[in-house]
């Protein structure tokens, strides 16, 4: 357990309206990371994070955008919902052990946009 | 096109059996995970892998890196229906970009 929470858990919106969905780390960890999970494709990399105000885009950033004012919260936001974000969201942080970084993911986010 | 393709896509055996699904690129990693992910959750780590041609046991699973290190297999041995769920690889590059493949569904029937 990683200390890693997401919220909502679940949300349905509509197209065109913003959504913010937050990741909450307990253990001070520099790196953050959101992707997004859609069958047959895995796990894509939205954007990331390597400290506060320090963020990057992933493999997929069009059309969100993300905020860390302080270490344990990294902030997904989808200015403008469409149908292709709906998806289940996940979080994740980095945890080093002498070479080998680990990831550890939060429980998700399911996003529905109609 | 993935990165990372994982086959099979989707595996259904019954309690007892052997099973191995496979983790194959065409790029070099410098090193490779495994994570088990069940519904409703995120995917939890397995294994590491960071050496060519190495093989580490994990009770009835068994994971391989290829010696070229650009795949990876994971054996089960006497599947038990909790070994079911979506079984994802993960390879890192040396410039610390993290790909995953798209999954290989296990379903172990009792």
């Known amino acids: 357990d990683a200390g890693i929470t997401q919220s909502p858990r679940h949300k349905v919106t509509e197209t065109g309206t913003p959504v913010t969905l937050r990741c909450h780390q307990t253990e001070n960890h520099r790196y953050m990371y959101w992707y997004r999970q859609d069958p047959g494709h895995g796990l894509r990399l939205i954007h990331y994070?390597?400290?506060?105000?320090?963020?990057d885009k992933g493999e997929v950033s069009d059309g969100y955008s993300v905020s860390r004012s302080k270490t344990e919260d990294f902030l997904l936001t989808l200015e403008s919902a469409t149908s292709s974000q709906t998806s289940v969201y996940f979080c994740?942080?980095?945890?080093?052990?002498?070479?080998?970084?680990?990831?550890?993911f939060g429980p998700g986010t399911r996003l529905t946009v109609l | 096109t993935q990165l990372l393709e994982q086959s099979p896509q989707f595996l259904s055996i019954q309690e007892g059996e052997n099973l191995t699904v496979y983790c194959n690129s065409s790029?070099?990693?410098?090193?490779l995970q495994w994570y088990r992910q069940e519904p409703g959750e995120g995917p939890v780590l397995l294994v590491t892998v960071v050496t060519g041609g190495e093989v580490k046991k994990l009770k009835r699973l068994t994971f391989q890196f290829g010696d070229a290190r650009k795949d990876s297999s994971l054996h089960i041995t006497a599947a038990q229906p909790g070994d079911t769920g979506l079984y994802l690889c993960?390879?890192?590059?040396?410039?610390?970009?993290?790909?995953f493949g798209a999954g290989t569904r296990l379903t172990v029937k009792p």
């Open positions: 994070s390597y400290g506060v105000k320090d963020t």
């Open positions: 994740a942080i980095r945890r080093t052990s002498g070479n080998t970084d680990t990831q550890y």
């Open positions: 993960a390879g890192k590059s040396n410039n610390n970009d993290m790909r």
């Open positions: 790029s070099v990693f410098s090193s």
